[in-house]
Each structure stands twice: as C-alpha cells, then as structure tokens.
C-alpha cells in the first residue's frame, strides 16, 4: 500500500479515498491489488448524431434512430444499446459521402437552422420567389432529403427572416458609408400597377480599392411625385443612413426635381461648393427629347411599320404564315419582329432595326394574305410602301449613333462621367453634319433634333462643369481634349475663356479637398543649400556632384508645385484598348493623394439615372398582381437587399426602360384593398 500511499493526497488517511477517484477505481477483492482505471470509449457519442435522426413515434422504453444516407435503423437506448453500432455502420455506411476520404479530409458539416433559414431568405429574395415556395411539398421535400433535423419555416417566418437579412446587410452598408468620403446620388419615381407611387434613391461612390459600387439605398412609398415631397424623402433617408457629404444627385429633366434639388442645396448640409454643381441632368432622357423631336416627322412610316409588326404578332397563325415568307425569302435571321413602346425611341430603334431586315418577307405577306391589307385599312393605315422601307432604312443608320452613346453612358459597372462630354460631342458634330445632308428626310430630322440639342447642351453654361473636371481628371485627355471640342463647337474666341472657368474650378476644388485631407503643394520655391564647396573637390567629383545638385533642384521644384501642376505638366497616357482609368489612379494616389480623392468622387458621378429605373423592373416583378398585398416596408427589404446581395450584372438598357413601361400598364387591382404586413420589429 505504500506505493498507492505516496501517489495519493498527505491530508488523506491510510483508508480513506476521495470520491472522485474512487470511482474510477477497480478494486480486486481476491488481491487486494488495485487495478488502473477502465478507459471510456474514444468515439464521441455525439458525432453520431450528425448521421443520424431519431425516428419520432418510437416507444420510450426501444428508441430508435435511422441513418441520414441509408436510412438503416438501430436501437438506440442509453443505458441498453449506447451508440457504438452507429458509429461503426457510418464508416461503413455505402451512400455515406465521406465513407473513402481519409479522415483528415472528411468534410465536416454542423447544422445550424439559422444559417439554413437565413439561406433560404436569400434564395427568396434574389430568385425573386414568393414566400410561400416554402409551403410547398416539393420544397419541403428537398429540404427533408438534405437535412431531415430541419424544420422548415412558415411563409410568415420567412418573411420575417427577409426583413432580418435587410437590417443585417444594411448595417454592413453603414459602416461602409462612414469609411468612404462624398456619394453621389440617382432618384426617381414610378407608379406600380396598383397606382401607388414610389421613390428609388441609389448612392453611387468608389471605394478605397477604387472599386465602383451602386447601391440601392431606399424604395419607398412617397404620397405624390411633388420636389418638395421628393427633397423631403431624400433628406430622411440621408439622415437614417448616416450619410452627411452629397456630391452630386443625378435626375431626369422633370420640374418638379428642379425643385427637390433646391430643396436639398437648402436644408442638406455638406455641399461641394455651396453645392453649386450639384444638379446633374439626366444624358439618357435629354437623348430621349432629342430623338423624338426628330421622329416626329416620320411618324407616318413608323406607324405602317409598326402596325405590320402588330398584325404579325396578333396570333401564332399569322406569326407562322410571316415566317414561311421569310423562308421563302431566305433570309437567315434569328431575330424575330418585335413591338415597340412609342414613348421609348430606344424600343422603336430595335422595332425598326429588326423589321427593316424583314422588308421583302413583309411585301411577299401583302401579296399573299389578303386579310393583312385589310387589317391595315381597319385602323387607317395601309401596308408600308417602298419609299416607307427606304425611310426606315435612312432612320435605322441615324439612331443607332444616339442608341449606342445611350448604352455606353447608362452603364453602372464602369465609369461614364469621363465618356459623357466626348459622347455629346461626337452626337453635336454628327447632327451638324446631317443638317447638311441632301437627303431631305434626314435633313428635316437633324435639323429639328440640333434644335433640341442647343436648349439643353448648347452652350457651356447650361452644362454641369463638373463634366469638365472628370474629363480633365481622365488621364488620357487632361485639357487637351477640352482644347479640341470647344475650339469646334464654340469657337477660337470662347476657348480661353472656358479653359479658364474648369482651371479656377478644379483649383477650388483641389483647395476644398486640401483642408479636408491635408494640404500636398503651393508653397513658394526655395534654392537648396549644397554642402559641398566645388573648389574643394577634383573636376570628375565636381561633375558628379552637379548632377546630384541638378537632380535635387528637380525634387525641389516638383515639391513645391502643387498636384494639379505636377498632373498637368506630365504628358497624356497613350488610348490604350481597355485602359482601366479605376486602375490608374490606384497606381497612382500615392503621387497625387490629394487630387486622387477629388478623382474618386467625380469618376463615380452617374450621367444618368437608369440605375435607379432597372430598380422599377425588379419592383414591378417584386408586385405583381399575385404579390400586390405586400407592405412597402416588404417591398423595401426586398428590392434593396436583392440589390446588395446579387453579383453586379450589366443593365439591359431595353429592359430598363421598356419593362418599366409594361409595369405601368393598368390592372384590375383594387388599391383600397388593405396591406398585409409584416411584424418586423
């Protein structure tokens, strides 16, 4: 006993034991020896229970539990059967994925409902499915077969998980907010079918790794589409967000956001400028009034066309006898007509550009079905004529020029505010040089388009000069650009004068940016002393130390010069295919980390607001007429948190803009009929 005495504790007597290594302890009655103690089993029960589910109805008395793969059944007592034989059958188990792997490389997997709820409430908000999916046994299945512990949630707790998920990421987006410096804006408004107004708000801005970002920030319910109701919606979700510094808010050329915009220069602090330049006008609507000022004269050979397309739409047989003309024809294109909205001249270009190919297929139904003139005479139009087709040829080759410009500045992915001068140059030069045509259908179109075109960018001062500025900034063009435009529009005379309005603009700025993050340059030139006295020193040292002594005069020179000089002074960068302007000043902030700030916030201005509108396409889908019970708080949730969620895709500008006219269209809902809403508190 001596030996079990000295490994036991001194304040315990020779026949005393504490209790917790008692019972560990197997004493030999026989012997009198004692033996180690038993070892537990090294497999942790627990782990069983990742491959395994009670099977519920079982008797207390027999448990039983059946496998998650196979969904073979064991005993499953803890006192009578314990968990070994599971154990041994996961190993084994053939439908077991992991059952090959080594061990080191066996997935493992633990269950947590709320990561599994909160996946499903993604999958309702970016799939854009209804809530009740998850009442259905086809889901309810699926989820049974992938994990059978759970318990899938009624479409009310879904709900409730969506508006969960919305606070989640919103308070993501807050801290990014607070990180970033000014965010420039895009609203506007629409009416859903159920004749209930609302209002989209999206911050735009490039962050610290200069990345360009647009992010829904608000679609919300506002009582009537009035500027001061709008400046008032804007104010308040400025403020719930935290966000104190507008550089510019992007609007379409309605009155009433002449008015929203006043309002916010006045009651919204944190202006660029006293906010001076704030209001950007839409390029994708000034394009619009533009174009369908000129279509105005063509509106008889539209409208044949656009009733032939009509007719051949109207039903599957005539759709059918058109593409057995088209066969007859041999003409391979896939496309097929399509319809256009007369509001929206980017449809009609498509509408247009897709039937002008089919113009001998439309001649050969004239012939051969002779219900399609007499469709036609129904509505007073005839069939398009031959000269109607020469028309809609001249008309095809002049829009796209303003449907291309229109797709290339109402992209969200990459930065447009650099392109907008060089686009609306490029289209002023093109009208003028249709003006000029022989051609009179053309010339009468160009002409009263260059009308059009002279109210809203006929001169500079009915331009944001902040356009200016993102031209100046884009490093492949600086003035030189500016130099070259304005000398071609306006004149030798106004070049100077308007080369020195963008130079004081950008100084202003540069100033503002300066106290703000900290001032880089103005001060005056002072000669660098030297150390050395040249006539101590051989002619070879003298010539080294020359070129030393030249090249701190350089230094010097460049550390007294301000970041807009030193941008200036340096030559254009070569227009390279996909040159990356994002890229360029994130190589090169730390050369000019001042004017790189003032780059950040202007190379993120949107020239237009289709951003905002492709937020009505997905609105409109989110309240269809089998959705339309939904609270605008829902709406919300949704809309933005899709917004936050999804990977950036590209906007289809015909979706954009002709979706939303489709969601206007009226419906049979009733819009006194009550809200449903949702506890989301």
Same mark, same amino acid.
């Given at each position: 006993m001596d030996s079990f005495r000295s490994d036991t504790p001194t304040n315990l007597r020779d026949n005393e034991i504490s209790t917790p290594l008692a019972s560990n302890i197997n004493l030999s009655s026989s012997s009198n020896t004692i033996l180690p103690p038993k070892r537990k089993a090294s497999k942790d029960p627990s782990t069983v229970w990742e491959h395994f589910t009670k099977i519920d109805g079982c008797?207390?008395? @027999? &448990?039983?539990?059946?496998?998650? +793969? #196979?969904?073979?059944?064991?005993?499953?007592?803890?006192?009578?059967?314990?968990?070994? =034989?599971?154990?041994?059958?996961?190993?084994?188990?053939?439908?077991?994925?992991?059952?090959?792997?080594? $061990?080191?490389?066996?997935?493992?997997?633990?269950?947590?409902?709320?990561?599994?709820?909160?996946?499903?409430?993604?999958?309702?908000?970016?799939?854009?499915?209804?809530? $009740?999916?998850?009442?259905?046994?086809?889901?309810?299945?699926?989820?049974? =077969?992938? /994990?059978?512990?759970?318990?899938?949630? =009624?479409?009310? !707790?879904?709900?409730?998980?969506?508006?969960?998920?919305?606070?989640?990421?919103?308070?993501?987006?807050?801290?990014?907010?607070?990180?970033?410096?000014?965010?420039?804006?895009?609203?506007? !408004?629409?009416?859903?079918?159920?004749?209930?107004? +609302?209002?989209?708000? !999206?911050?735009?801005?490039? @962050?610290?790794? %200069?990345?360009?970002?647009?992010?829904?920030?608000?679609?919300?319910?506002?009582?009537?589409?009035?500027?001061?109701?709008?400046?008032?919606?804007? /104010?308040? #979700?400025?403020? *719930? %967000?935290?966000? /104190?510094?507008?550089?510019?808010?992007?609007?379409?050329?309605?009155?009433?956001?002449?008015?929203?915009? @006043? +309002?916010?220069?006045?009651?919204?602090?944190?202006?660029?400028? /006293?906010?001076? +330049?704030?209001?950007?006008?839409?390029?994708?609507?000034?394009?619009?009034?533009?174009?369908?000022?000129?279509? $105005?004269?063509?509106? *008889?050979?539209?409208?044949?066309?656009?009733?032939?397309?009509?007719?051949?739409?109207?039903? &599957?047989?005539?759709?059918?006898?058109?593409? $057995?003309?088209?066969?007859?024809?041999k003409i391979s294109c896939l496309k097929l007509v399509c319809l256009d909205v007369p509001t929206r001249w980017n449809s009609t270009y498509l509408m247009l550009e897709v039937a002008e190919t089919f113009q001998k297929p439309f001649l050969r139904l004239e012939n051969e079905d002779g219900y399609f003139s007499r469709y036609c005479r129904s509505v007073g139009l005839s069939p398009p004529s031959s000269s109607d087709w020469v028309r809609v040829k001249i008309m095809v080759k002049f829009l796209k020029i303003f449907y291309d410009a229109t797709v290339r500045l109402s992209g969200s992915l990459y930065v447009t505010s650099n392109a907008y001068f060089q686009e609306i140059c490029g289209i002023q030069s093109h009208l003028s040089k249709m003006s000029q045509s022989n051609d009179p259908v053309l010339k009468v179109m160009a002409t009263s388009m260059k009308s059009k075109y002279n109210k809203y960018w006929g001169s500079i001062e009915k331009t944001n000069l902040m356009i200016f500025i993102a031209v100046v900034l884009d490093p492949r063009c600086k003035f030189s650009l500016l130099h070259f435009w304005f000398k071609k529009i306006y004149g030798g005379n106004l070049v100077e004068e308007m080369i020195v309005k963008v130079k004081e603009l950008m100084i202003d700025m540069y100033g503002e940016y300066s106290i703000m993050y900290g001032s880089s340059g103005g001060v005056s030139y002072s000669e660098p002393p030297s150390s050395v006295d040249p006539s101590m020193i051989d002619s070879d040292s003298q010539q080294s130390f020359w070129v030393e002594y030249e090249q701190e005069i350089i230094e010097s020179s460049l550390r007294n010069k301000s970041e807009i000089d030193q941008y200036l002074e340096h030559g254009c960068e070569a227009r390279v295919p996909n040159f990356d302007i994002l890229d360029w000043w994130k190589i090169n902030e730390i050369k000019y980390p001042i004017l790189a700030r003032v780059a950040r916030d202007v190379m993120a201005i949107p020239v237009s607001t289709i951003s905002s509108e492709s937020a009505f396409s997905a609105g409109g889908r989110v309240l269809d007429p089998f959705r339309c019970s939904l609270s605008p708080r829902t709406v919300e949730a949704l809309v933005c948190t899709q917004n936050w969620l999804k990977d950036p895709i590209t906007i289809d500008l015909r979706a954009s803009l002709d979706n939303v006219e489709s969601f206007e269209a009226e419906s049979e809902f009733d819009p006194q009929s009550s809200f449903i809403y949702i506890d989301d508190e």
């Open positions: 008797s207390l008395s @027999d &448990p039983k539990a059946g496998c998650n +793969y #196979c969904h073979k059944t064991y005993a499953c007592h803890p006192k009578k059967h314990g968990t070994s =034989s599971m154990l041994h059958h996961v190993g084994v188990c053939k439908k077991n994925p992991d059952r090959n792997r080594p $061990k080191d490389q066996q997935a493992t997997h633990k269950f947590d409902p709320e990561d599994v709820r909160m996946a499903i409430a993604e999958m309702i908000i970016c799939d854009e499915v209804p809530f $009740k999916v998850v009442e259905g046994q086809g889901f309810r299945k699926v989820c049974q =077969s992938l /994990e059978p512990r759970f318990q899938v949630p =009624s479409r009310t !707790t879904v709900a409730r998980d969506c508006i969960k998920l919305f606070k989640k990421e919103k308070e993501k987006l807050r801290k990014v907010f607070k990180e970033i410096g000014r965010v420039s804006l895009t609203t506007d !408004t629409w009416t859903s079918n159920q004749n209930f107004n +609302y209002m989209c708000l !999206t911050a735009h801005f490039i @962050d610290c790794e %200069w990345k360009l970002h647009k992010k829904i920030i608000n679609f919300c319910l506002i009582p009537n589409h009035k500027g001061d109701t709008i400046g008032r919606h804007v /104010e308040s #979700c400025l403020q *719930d %967000w935290g966000i /104190e510094k507008i550089f510019t808010v992007t609007v379409d050329n309605a009155s009433s956001n002449d008015v929203a915009i @006043d +309002y916010l220069k006045r009651f919204v602090e944190g202006h660029l400028l /006293e906010g001076k +330049y704030i209001h950007i006008r839409c390029c994708a609507h000034i394009m619009n009034l533009i174009v369908n000022d000129g279509l $105005k004269d063509c509106d *008889d050979s539209i409208a044949r066309v656009r009733n032939a397309v009509k007719y051949v739409r109207s039903s &599957p047989a005539r759709m059918e006898k058109f593409k $057995k003309c088209i066969e007859k024809e």
